[in-house]
């Protein structure tokens, strides 16, 4: 069966422009969530939906936004971007119900994102 | 709040040694511990997962060990091979409001010489 999907691959932005990003989960997967990668700081939580509802929130400034559909694929966007959002962005799905196996997260091929 | 760490950072080893890789955390109370694989620029590859109540898990030539009470985990690799050659990323999740929020380490660096 299909992956997660992440679109696009690469962006390039210039500072103060906003952006958005698709993530498309596994089929038949509720849970998705965003992840920040950068050399410096690794991999930091963004965000978490289930179900449409925001289940998580990370430590990220209000610039940083998601929502999620009802066919469960979810967008993030950053607005007034600066140099330092420069990132990989990854995105995980899993089927979302509690316990063991079924929060086995897969990670799509992320969005690698250059601000200038 | 839960910290992930792993060491070594980097692990250079020639072609067919059985190597091991550590990862420890700060607050046992996880709902399960993930080993992945990052190659360069690309996303994460699921590796294991060992469910809070398991001890550890086989996949092929890796075993991946936990140990609750000591905030630990091991990720073994037999006859390594130069395809092995990746980052491998330990992450645990927190069963904090139903959330499936990872916290990762900075990853194991590791090269395997032909």
């Known amino acids: 069966k299909a992956g997660v999907t992440q679109t696009p691959r690469y962006l390039i932005k210039t500072r103060g422009q906003q952006v958005t990003l698709s993530c498309s989960p596994i089929s038949g997967h509720r849970s998705v969530s965003w992840y920040q990668q950068t050399p410096g700081q690794g991999l930091q939580f963004l965000f978490e939906?289930?179900?449409?509802?925001?289940?998580n929130k990370g430590n990220f400034p209000g610039r940083f936004s998601g929502r999620q559909f009802s066919n469960s694929r979810s967008e993030m966007n950053v607005s007034t971007l600066e140099l330092g959002d420069s990132a990989l962005y990854l995105c995980?799905?899993?089927?979302?119900?509690?316990?063991?196996?079924?929060?086995?997260?897969?990670f799509g091929p992320g969005t690698r994102l250059t601000v200038l | 709040k839960q910290e992930v760490t792993q060491i070594p950072a980097a692990l250079s080893v020639p072609e067919g040694e059985n190597l091991v890789l550590n990862c420890s955390f700060t607050d046992s109370a996880i709902y399960n511990l993930q080993w992945f694989r990052q190659d360069p620029g690309k996303g994460l590859t699921s590796l294991l997962l060992?469910?809070?109540?398991?001890r550890e898990q086989t996949s092929g030539r890796l075993n991946a060990s936990l140990d609750k009470s000591s905030g630990r985990s091991t990720l073994y690799i037999a006859a390594s091979q130069p395809g092995d050659s990746a980052t491998y990323l330990c992450?645990?999740?927190?069963?904090?409001?139903?959330?499936?929020?990872?916290?990762f380490g900075k990853g194991t660096k590791l090269t395997v010489n032909p």
């Open positions: 060992i469910q809070s109540s398991q």
């Open positions: 939906y289930f179900s449409e509802t925001q289940r």
């Open positions: 992450a645990v999740q927190d069963p904090v409001g139903g959330s499936e929020k990872l916290v």
């Open positions: 995980a799905s899993s089927w979302g119900l509690a316990g063991g196996l079924y929060n086995e997260q897969f």
